[in-house]
């Protein structure tokens, strides 16, 4: 780890390595931005537009967790085996979410 | 050279190396993040297939009235914000919370890259932002429980059947018994979805307290690394993440 640096600073007498936030703060930016256009299309689009509402939201949302994901979490950073084992189960849950949402429209309707 | 390969795979299933590079807390912080995030899509899920088999709201929203008859329209329950009593702020305060949600996670990726350079008075600061973050999430959500507890100003009229007997009553607020705002399960998922997440925000804090006061006794000093700080810290993220589900399955759809 302590190769990645080459800037130091003096703090209590000890040396320590200069903070390399930039991208930290990037990412910060790019998830409230998201957010605040998330809250532009939800006043600004006239609500007949429903399921294209619900489709930007969605995509947005996949968006930020994608960031959360791998800067935040640093999940891009770890082995292709560890990012899979954690991505691959998601399936299940995309399945779940179409089987369920059908299933409510259908108890609606009869 | 020959033997020292033969041996080193023997050394791998030994348990002397970690599987994808990943250390065992790490791993199994992961794994149990991925069980997490099934207990949450089950709850949001479940939410979608109750929604729709309610009937939705058919007019314009500026006409919206509450009514137990169709689901409710999530920014017209979510309008009041503490101190403008009276306002009509659709999600404002909702989008507040998810704020300071989003920046104690910024915080607590500051206090990693901080453990990384093992800067011990970066990570106790980072760390007191994040955990000032998480107690601040956590009393603005009980301000929006209190608030949806108590209800509006005007009541909704609700017809009930009680002992078979249709009985017409007022009601403010809502309960797991009673909700004003909408269909009863609205008010049962609402508790259910924001508690649930409320419970991690608030085992979240009392394990970053604990990490916190770890770093600053010098444990990780000590042991010459702060990878206790980056597991809280996966947790924490987690806990941002599902937020932001909650946040557009919940209050924006």
């Known amino acids: ?110 | 050279m020959a033997t020292h390969a033969a041996a080193e795979p023997k050394q791998l299933w030994l348990g002397g190396a970690e599987p994808m590079k990943a250390s065992y807390g790490k791993l199994m912080m992961w794994i149990f993040l991925v069980s997490d995030a099934f207990t949450f899509s089950g709850l949001l899920i479940a939410y979608g297939l109750v929604r729709y088999s309610h009937p939705a709201f058919e007019g314009v929203p500026a006409e919206f009235v509450f009514s137990t008859e169709y689901w409710p329209v999530p920014e017209k329950v979510f309008e009041a914000v503490p101190f403008f009593h009276g306002y009509q702020l659709p999600l404002v305060f909702v989008g507040i919370m998810t704020f300071i949600l989003i920046f104690s996670s910024v915080t607590m990726v500051l206090a990693v890259e901080a453990g990384h350079r093992n800067d011990k008075a970066d990570v106790e600061k980072w760390m007191l932002w994040t955990i000032l973050g998480g107690i601040t999430f956590l009393g603005s959500q009980a301000w929006e429980w209190g608030h949806f507890i108590t209800g509006t100003d005007k009541p909704t009229i609700v017809t009930d059947i009680i002992n078979g007997v249709q009985v017409t009553k007022e009601v403010f607020g809502a309960n797991l018994h009673v909700n004003q705002y909408g269909p009863q399960p609205f008010a049962d998922f609402f508790f259910f979805i924001t508690g649930f997440h409320g419970t991690h925000v608030t085992s979240g804090v009392i394990l970053n307290i604990i990490i916190f006061f770890n770093v600053c006794m010098g444990l990780y000093e000590r042991r010459g690394h702060y990878e206790m700080v980056e597991k809280v810290g996966l947790y924490w993220h987690f806990v941002d993440l599902v937020w932001v589900f909650v946040f557009t399955f919940f209050y924006l759809v």
């Open chain 1, 1 to 110: 780890m302590a190769s990645e640096y080459n800037e130091f600073i003096e703090k209590d007498g000890k040396m320590v390595a200069k903070p390399q936030t930039k991208a930290i703060w990037k990412t910060f930016w790019i998830l409230l931005i998201i957010t605040v256009l998330e809250f532009v299309v939800a006043f600004s689009l006239p609500h007949h537009y429903h399921i294209l509402k619900v489709a930007i939201f969605v995509g947005m949302t996949l968006i930020k967790a994608a960031y959360i994901m791998g800067d935040f979490m640093h999940l891009s950073q770890e082995t292709k085996g560890l990012f899979w084992t954690i991505l691959v189960p998601i399936v299940f849950i995309a399945w779940l979410v179409l089987a369920l949402l059908l299933e409510g429209g259908f108890i609606a309707t009869y």
